[in-house]
């Protein structure tokens, strides 16, 4: 199963909204809408901050968003903090016959 | 407060095996799905295994298939890597995650043990 297509890295000023994009193909991404996010600073836990395409977790910011079009889900971050620079990986269920995850590539959010 | 804690990783010459644990405290760990996931130096992140709530269904990335087994101590809350006939590209930070059974999302993790495989 190959990777999820992510860009390496998206940068934006305080304030601004970006956009993350991750592109799968129909056996993952464009097949149901069990996409998540996910938020890494490197040397903690990565933290989940979307699940099921556009659904939040208790406790996340309502900054963060996702949303889905056929093989490409998008999660954006509006109003931009200092605090939201980090890794971000988006994950989609693969599995057919066999349970399998996989994830994109990673993308490294910069707040200039 | 949930916790998930990694432990055994280290440096390992090819073709030996390690052991990985992952002790969860404040969780309910019987009821949980348990994941391995991995991110190899300047990499992302590669889902590695997972094994049921109670232990009867495991499955592995074709990555590790036959090398690695997954298996957890619910009366210890502690899930468990074993890793076998190790290779250079094992090399990586292993994650354990939980997930609440058939979400398909990871709710809570670890913070991860480098595992270095290099002779």
């Known amino acids: 199963q190959s990777a999820l297509t992510q860009p390496a890295s998206v940068s934006g000023s305080p304030g601004q909204s970006i956009t993350i994009s991750c592109t799968g193909t129909s056996r993952d991404v464009g097949s149901s809408n069990l996409v998540s996010w996910y938020q890494h600073h490197p040397g903690k836990a990565p933290k989940l901050i979307i699940y099921?395409?556009?659904q939040r977790p208790s406790g996340v910011s309502n900054r963060f968003s996702g949303s889905k079009s056929a093989n490409t889900a998008s999660l954006t971050v509006s109003g931009l903090q200092a605090e939201d620079e980090a890794d971000y990986y988006c994950?989609?269920?693969?599995?057919?016959?066999?349970?399998?995850?996989?994830f994109g590539g990673g993308t490294t959010v910069t707040v200039l | 407060q949930v916790q998930l804690v990694e432990s055994g990783g280290g440096v390992v010459q090819p073709g030996r095996s390690l052991r990985l644990s992952c002790e969860t405290s404040a969780f309910m760990f019987d009821i949980y799905v348990m994941h391995w996931v991995r991110q190899a130096p300047g990499k992302g992140l590669e889902w590695v295994a997972v094994i049921s709530s109670d232990g009867s269904n495991k499955y592995f990335a074709d990555s590790v298939k036959g090398r690695f087994t997954i298996s957890r101590d619910n009366s210890k809350n502690t899930l468990y890597l074993q890793m076998d006939s190790l290779r250079p590209e094992d090399t990586a930070v292993y994650f354990c995650?939980?997930?609440?059974?058939?979400?398909?999302?990871?709710?809570?993790w670890g913070q991860g043990t480098l595992v270095t495989v290099s002779s």
């Open positions: 995650a939980s997930e609440v059974s058939e979400t398909y999302f990871f709710d809570y």
């Open positions: 994950c989609s269920y693969a599995g057919g016959g066999t349970p399998n995850w996989v």
């Open positions: 099921d395409v556009a």
